[in-house]
């Protein structure tokens, strides 16, 4: 696709509803609709609507859009308990579009509407509301765009969207804290409990910040808080990541005797690929290509990551091949107008390489990295405010769930995050990766338990033992 149709099949993916000539400023209001995707199998009640607000709150020229939701009744209701409104991660994912398969998921149905309603938002900006910021033809990690051409085109349809007449100064967590306090608002909801996992946390702290009306306890599954950086030091806990991996790998006795000597060797490799693209089987491969691979993957299939970095290191690049044919799962423009607000304005592009001079894996992540500056310095967000890049300071009580894990969230910024906020719980588990709830019985009861009663300590005994061994899948 070149580049000028995908931009005309980005602006032309605002429908009507949300583009249509400017309508006077209103009240928020909710209105039923049809539930997208196959709920066959799915045994709870699903109720779908969307909530009908305006983009530019306080100005009575703006446009109205729509924030998609589904409202999913608890199995067996505890009387006394709110629902939990489910925040996702990205910024640009999506809850909506996999809902039904989360609902017919065993493990999920361990907490998920279990014994309270779940409400389910795709956040303004993405999934199936409307507009969705959705930048087709282009890709997009949390490394950054992989290559120029793709941030080149990110900023391309980000003013393609701007010309329609999108506010993007409108998408951002502030926001998204208000849609929730309206969604609240219009379902006569007088309390809530919040679910968040990955960015989504990052979500719930601006509610905690800015909205805090009526929530009553707050899950942090994963959490990024906001005085977080993105991409300063970003490479590093990357790095970090795979060397916890590799060294649990170290003293697994078959994992070591199948991938001896594994942190040298990735270097080695690194440092090819650093020095210029790799042409392999007819393909040619960049080093933001192997970088995006080893933040997804450690991320997420930690388990696997030593068998599939032999493979690389002995020169088969399937998981890496396989990584870039599944990389647009954001929607790029919504992930892009959440960073420049509130992330890049507070981080110097420059220092994004500091650090890294002796760390040829973490040096992998540089360049994309740094165009996410780019990207943020040629599009308008609005007023920036240093309030987004201050710790929280709540009594809401809150129950953290960091992974031992994860390079996009690693524990050390859940246990300093955690101090201000007065009475919260902080459950760290070892071998887990990110979204500890995904993978972790005990995570999961204690999301349950904790709902029914934030104000008691969480059921520790479940938790595997700090020392205790990884398994990983060698075939």
Same mark, same amino acid.
């Given at each position: 696709m070149s580049r000028l149709s995908w931009i005309a099949a980005a602006a032309g993916a605002l429908t009507l509803t949300a583009l249509g000539s400017a309508a006077h400023a209103a009240a928020p209001r909710f209105e039923k609709t049809a539930c997208v995707g196959d709920y066959k199998g799915v045994d709870l009640k699903v109720q779908c609507g969307a909530l009908i607000v305006d983009e530019t709150r306080g100005d009575p020229k703006t446009r109205r859009i729509k924030v998609a939701v589904a409202i999913?009744? @608890?199995? #067996? =209701?505890? @009387?006394?308990?709110? =629902?939990?409104?489910?925040?996702?991660?990205?910024?640009?994912?999506?809850?909506?579009? !996999?809902?039904p398969r989360l609902l017919k998921s065993k493990t999920s149905r361990e907490f998920i509407a279990a014994d309270q309603d779940w409400i389910f938002i795709d956040q303004r900006g993405g999934g199936l509301s409307d507009p969705n910021l959705d930048c087709p033809g282009t890709n997009l990690t949390d490394a950054g765009p992989p290559s120029q051409k793709d941030a080149d085109g990110i900023v391309a349809c980000l003013k393609a969207f701007q010309a329609k007449g999108v506010n993007l100064s409108r998408y951002n967590a502030v926001e998204v804290a208000k849609d929730v306090q309206d969604l609240r608002q219009v379902l006569k909801l007088p309390l809530i409990d919040l679910y968040g996992g990955s960015y989504g946390t990052r979500i719930e702290a601006a509610i905690q910040t800015h909205a805090p009306q009526g929530v009553r306890a707050v899950v942090q599954d994963s959490p990024w808080p906001p005085e977080a950086d993105w991409t300063v030091g970003g490479p590093a806990m990357v790095s970090s990541s795979i060397d916890i991996v590799m060294a649990k790998c170290a003293v697994v006795a078959e994992c070591a005797k199948r991938y001896p000597d594994l942190k040298a060797k990735l270097a080695v490799v690194a440092e090819r690929?650093? @020095? &210029? =693209? #790799?042409?392999?089987? &007819?393909?040619?491969?960049?080093? $933001? $290509?192997?970088? &995006?691979?080893?933040?997804?993957? !450690?991320y997420f299939t930690a388990g696997v990551l030593p068998r599939d970095l032999w493979k690389i290191i002995q020169g088969d690049v399937s998981p890496v091949a396989d990584f870039i044919e599944s990389r647009d799962y954001y929607s790029e423009g919504q992930f892009m107008t959440h960073l420049c607000k509130e992330e890049i304005p507070f981080e110097a592009r420059a220092d994004v390489a500091k650090g890294t001079e002796n760390d040829p894996v973490a040096r992998l992540m540089v360049v994309s990295m740094q165009r996410i500056h780019d990207v943020c310095k040629a599009i308008d967000v609005g007023a920036i405010s240093q309030v987004e890049q201050q710790p929280v300071k709540t009594a809401i009580p809150t129950l953290f769930l960091a992974a031992e894990i994860d390079p996009g969230c690693p524990p050390e910024l859940t246990k300093a995050a !955690?101090? &201000?906020?007065?009475?919260?719980q902080v459950v760290i588990v070892t071998n887990a990766t990110h979204g500890v709830s995904r993978? !972790?019985?005990? @995570? +999961?009861?204690?999301? +349950?338990?904790?709902? #029914?009663?934030?104000?008691?300590?969480? $059921?520790r005994s479940c938790l595997p033992a700090a020392d205790t061994p990884m398994t990983f899948t060698y075939e």
């Open positions: 999913v009744k @608890a199995a #067996q =209701p505890k @009387a006394g308990l709110p =629902p939990v409104v489910y925040l996702h991660g990205g910024p640009g994912g999506s809850a909506l579009k !996999s809902l690929w650093l @020095a &210029g =693209p #790799q042409t392999i089987n &007819g393909k040619t491969y960049t080093a $933001d $290509d192997l970088g &995006g691979y080893l933040m997804d993957a !450690s !955690s101090k &201000g906020y007065q009475g919260s993978n !972790s019985p005990c @995570a +999961r009861k204690a999301i +349950r338990n904790f709902f #029914q009663d934030p104000t008691k300590p969480v $059921d």
